[in-house]
């Protein structure tokens, strides 16, 4: 072996030795990223097979932000068929969500809290939201008297826990399944 191919040998298992290391400081970033895209992919293959089942027309965006996966359905037109998958009170929308969530778990042996919007209705309803956390602790601050929220999905419940703590008071969910609620209050 000449003395340039060694060179450039050893050169190479420095490389190589640099890749790896690298590898294995950003590998959990590095990972997490890629599973949450991973999901993201599966989630929307699962929904556009979705779509073609029921001939409804949407165009699937995925996003990636803060450590979860949005998927959403959107069109250009309105569409009371992609209405029909929010439903009344985002019930159909709910349950579209546990069963894409299924279908992540299904191919990836991972939980995942993705959480998909369709036709806009979580991003609506999140402003309503925050104009309950606004109601409410207002309610309390007049009268210093805790105020109990209508019942609402874990998502929700942490939309306004974060707005009501930005408003600087206290909130807290009771209740069990279905009747699960917040309470919010000056402490």
């Not at 089942?53 to 037109?77: L, Q």
């Amino acid at each position: 072996m000449s003395a340039e191919s060694t060179e450039h040998a050893l050169s190479a298992e420095i490389i190589d030795d640099q890749d790896a290391a690298n590898e294995e400081t950003s590998s959990p970033r590095v990972s997490s990223a890629s599973r949450l895209e991973e999901e993201g992919d599966v989630a929307a293959d699962y929904l556009e097979e979705l779509l073609d089942i029921a001939d409804i027309d949407g165009d699937i965006d995925i996003e990636v932000r803060n450590g979860r996966t949005y998927i959403s359905i959107v069109t250009d037109e309105e569409s009371d068929a992609l209405d029909s998958l929010v439903g009344e009170d985002g019930e159909v929308l709910e349950a579209l969500q546990e069963l894409t969530r299924l279908s992540v778990l299904s191919a990836t042996d991972s939980r995942s809290r993705l959480v998909l919007d369709i036709n806009g209705y979580r991003q609506e309803r999140t402003g309503h939201l925050q104009k309950i956390a606004e109601d409410a602790a207002a309610s309390v601050k007049d009268s210093g008297k805790p105020v109990a929220l209508e019942p609402m999905s874990a998502y929700e419940r942490k939309i306004v826990h974060d707005a009501v703590a930005d408003l600087g008071l206290v909130s807290e969910s009771e209740g069990e399944g279905a009747g699960r609620h917040i309470v919010v209050s000056a402490d």
